[in-house]
């Protein structure tokens, strides 16, 4: 971008980030549980109840200077640096493998060049999975990074390896570059990294289409999550190419469409801006309620952005709320939206005094909260028990 930090953080200053008063109000309740009776209420609301609202706008709380460091200034929302990830996994103990099999996962690094251009990405291939295209297929999981991380960062803060080590899938770590962003950013908010055919979402695409010519993967369980400006990312993913796609995972991140340049980015990052309908894709959410870079309430506008695809809400039965209060670990809220067939549409964490940082990531990585629910293996069990059933009860 060619703006500086002082030139976004004076634009920021102008504009209109308050909270949108919307039908996704109406999610707010549930997911603090003090309005039990407002799903109801849900079935009615659609993306044209927000665009005629959003006009109401509440006092957007004082910004905080030191928010501006890490955000827009050269691109999308992102967060600091973790510790460098190892490029091999750790084996399983009294694990063995074949004598033509690795006895620890394995980490290539890749460079993709397609048409919209190029960028690195990194390939985990867990144990016991040939390094060639060979043997039955596995699930694939593409990660995307917040700013300012590297695939190795990401990989070592979520521990997504070790999971994948454990479940037997892949797991791509596309990286954006500093020549498309000096701070790494994806670039989530333009409108020409929006569609399919062209710019990021299409080089990721090619990503994938890369690694699935060249190893063994199941083309039904390909899935795509991501962390900030890479969890709003993987919503644009998934709303481009959705037929790529079994489910999307988003982490502290915002919904398709909320923005289509620099400063409506800034202002979807504390409004959730007025995002264009979801993907029907199966989407799970987690973000923290004491995030002060991307607004809880992005959360929400993904959860109504999602549900706003759905015809007939009115007959979907309501959602069931769990809570863990006096647990171990941070406190949080999970809401699961099941449709008339009892199929999981979308499942929300709410973790209650998290920042803007990956819940159960990694000690000792960059903006992870070592103390909140485990979000990569909650995003993997969502991921692989694609049954359509809830399998945690």
Do not use: K
Request: charged fraction near 20%; aromatic fraction near 6%; proline fraction near 7%.
């Amino acid at each position: 971008m060619s703006n500086s930090r002082d030139d976004a953080a004076n634009e920021f200053r102008l504009l209109d980030g308050g909270r949108a008063q919307s039908s996704a109000a109406l999610l707010r309740g549930r997911l603090v549980g003090d309005q039990p009776d407002a799903v109801g209420a849900l079935a009615g609301a659609r993306l044209d109840d927000l665009d005629r609202t959003d006009r109401a706008r509440a006092d957007r709380a004082p910004i905080d200077d030191d928010l501006l460091e890490p955000a827009l200034a050269n691109g999308s929302p992102g967060h600091g640096i973790a510790t460098a990830a190892p490029t091999t996994a750790p084996a399983r103990r009294g694990a063995s493998a074949p004598a033509d099999l690795p006895v620890r996962g394995q980490t290539q690094h890749h460079v993709h060049d397609g048409p919209s251009g190029s960028r690195r990405y990194d390939l985990y291939i867990p144990i016991g999975v040939p390094i060639a295209n060979a043997g039955r297929p596995v699930p694939l999981l593409v990660m995307l990074h917040g700013g300012a991380q590297s695939a190795a960062d990401f990989a070592a803060g979520t521990r997504m390896n070790e999971m994948a080590d454990r479940q037997t899938f892949l797991v791509s770590y596309p990286e954006q570059s500093r020549e498309a962003n000096p701070n790494r950013y994806w670039n989530w908010y333009r409108d020409s990294d929006q569609h399919a055919g062209a710019g990021e979402p299409a080089i990721i695409a090619g990503i994938v289409h890369e690694i699935m010519a060249q190893h063994s993967i199941d083309a039904d369980q390909v899935f795509v999550a991501g962390m900030s400006s890479g969890g709003a990312m993987a919503a644009v993913m998934a709303a481009s190419y959705p037929a790529m796609f079994a489910a999307v995972g988003v982490h502290s991140g915002i919904a398709y469409g909320a923005a289509h340049d620099v400063s409506s980015g800034f202002s979807a990052m504390r409004s959730g801006g007025t995002p264009d309908v979801g993907s029907r894709l199966p989407l799970i959410i987690f973000h923290g309620d004491s995030d002060t870079v991307v607004a809880p309430v992005n959360a929400e506008r993904l959860l109504a952005a999602r549900l706003a695809r759905e015809d007939h809400l009115d007959r979907w039965p309501a959602p069931l709320q769990q809570a863990n209060p006096g647990g171990p670990g941070r406190q949080h809220t999970r809401t699961v939206f099941t449709d008339d067939t009892g199929a999981i549409a979308a499942e929300l964490w709410l973790v209650h005094g998290c920042g803007h940082a990956w819940s159960g990531g990694s000690a000792g990585s960059g903006y992870t909260d070592p103390g909140g629910p485990d979000a990569t293996a909650e995003m993997v069990r969502f991921f692989l028990d694609r049954d359509g059933r809830d399998s945690r009860g």
